[in-house]
Each structure stands twice: as C-alpha cells, then as structure tokens.
C-alpha cells in the first residue's frame, strides 16, 4: 500500500482495481480542514487522464504491475511476439497498445515489457536507437538550403525525416520518443 506521502510522478497506484500513473499532483491546504493531495493521473490500460484529489495520509493500492526483459521476435498481423528471457515463454502483444512504439521494434531485440497481471501493456525502448536506413530518394546536388529533409524508411520500417545528405544504407541515430533523426552514426 502506498501513503499520499510516497506520491511522486511517475509512481503507480491501483484505485478501483485500474492501474495508474502520477502524471502531476501538488500538496496544499485549505483554510479549513486538514491538508490534501490533487493528482492527475492516467490510466495505464486507456491512457486517459483524470483529476483525483486524496486527503492526506490516506492509502492507496499497489497495482500487481512487473517490468520483464524480454527479447522481440517477430510482427505476426496485429500481434508482436515476445519471449521471456528467463523462462522462455512466449506471449502475444496487439501491436495497437505500443502507440508506435513497434515502428522501432527489430526482431531479436531485448526491450523491457510492462505487464499488469500477466498481460502485456507497453513496451519500453531506449530513448535513442541506431538503425539503418534502406529506402530513401537521393539528394540533389546543389541542394544546400540549410534545414531540408527528405523522408527515409529505415529497417524497421519507420519513416522518419533526415537531411538530404542522408544515402541508402547509411546508420542514423534516431530519436524513439519523437521520431526525430539525431545524426550519423
């Protein structure tokens, strides 16, 4: 059980058997009465947000919520396929709960898995990933007004805007939070 006094961002907690996030939250004390926690928090299964208020000291549930390391295996449909890399199970994932996230998913590799009562929620990237680029048209020559970019798929199969000197086959650094090309590796 958490106390309003271990409330922090970031921090999740159960309410009515739905898990949520701490987006915000803010301790103040009205003329009357005893002091009070607000919060904004997300719901972890619909990623809708909603205001609760708590007085303080009050109690709230710890939700059954594990990080697993898993490794990725393939896209099968709709569904991602993972691997437990401890007892080697495997478990399905609909690719819509990842919110894009599978756009940077390359198969065998090792990715942290949130699951909430046994079932796949979200999948947790690295901020930055290296990954090569296999499709993009070439630049013009002479082209050089600073800030043009031109779209590139890369080997996952993300789109993502570079800059013109970018080629086929080069390894770019790519932002997975925003899409955002970071530079040449």
Do not use: C, W
Not at 12 to 29: A, C, M, N, R, S
Request: net charge negative; hydrophobic share 35%; no cysteine.
């Amino acid at each position: 059980m958490y106390s309003t006094t271990d409330f922090r961002k970031g921090l999740k907690i159960e309410l009515d058997g739905t898990p949520y996030e701490i987006v915000d939250f803010q301790h103040f004390k009205p003329g009357k009465g005893g002091a009070m926690v607000r919060t904004k928090l997300r719901n972890i299964l619909t990623g809708r947000l909603q205001d609760n208020t708590f007085r303080s000291g009050e109690k709230v549930e710890r939700p059954d919520l594990e990080v697993r390391e898993m490794q990725f295996l393939y896209h099968d449909g709709e569904a991602l396929a993972f691997m437990d890399l401890t007892s080697y199970e495997q478990i399905a994932m609909d690719e819509s709960v990842t919110g894009g996230k599978s756009n940077f998913l390359k198969d065998g590799q090792t990715v942290q898995v949130l699951l909430y009562k046994g079932q796949p929620l979200d999948v947790e990237l690295p901020l930055s990933l290296v990954l090569k680029v296999v499709e993009t048209e070439p630049g013009a020559k002479g082209d050089t007004v600073s800030n043009v970019t031109k779209p590139a798929k890369l080997e996952t199969g993300a789109v993502v805007q570079v800059p013109i000197f970018i080629n086929e086959g080069d390894m770019i650094k790519v932002d997975t939070r925003s899409s955002e090309y970071l530079g040449r590796e």
